[in-house]
């Protein structure tokens, strides 16, 4: 750690004073993708506190829709069985054609009958 510069604080140097590299300290300004971060001896203001709960929430509220995505697609996959009639899980639904660019599914088999 010698070759790490210390931070020279403007206070009196003790006899036990610990030198703090400067690798380790919060810089005043942090260039982020929601903007510039504002730090005051370490610790974020007040605004950008804030900014980054918001930021939080906003990152939650993605993650919770993006994980509802298979669940809505299975019940819309069920719901859709129900329609053709399959409505038990003994039953199994066979097409009277092969399918074409026409068929509505989302990865319909289209070799076998």
Known sequence: ??????????RKRF???????????????????I??????????????????????????????FLTCIPSASINAMRRGFRDLGISRNNVIGITEN???SRSLYLTPNTESV
């Open 15 to 33: 006899k036990m004073t610990t030198d703090i590299p400067a690798a380790i300290t919060t810089p005043d300004r942090v260039e982020t993708r």
């Open 98 to 100: 092969l399918m074409d």
């Open 35 to 64: 903007g510039t971060l504002e730090f005051f001896d370490g610790f974020p203001t007040e605004k950008k506190v804030e900014l980054v709960y918001d930021n939080l929430d906003f990152m939650r509220g993605v993650e919770s």
């Open 1 to 10: 750690m010698q070759d790490v510069a210390a931070v020279n604080p403007a």
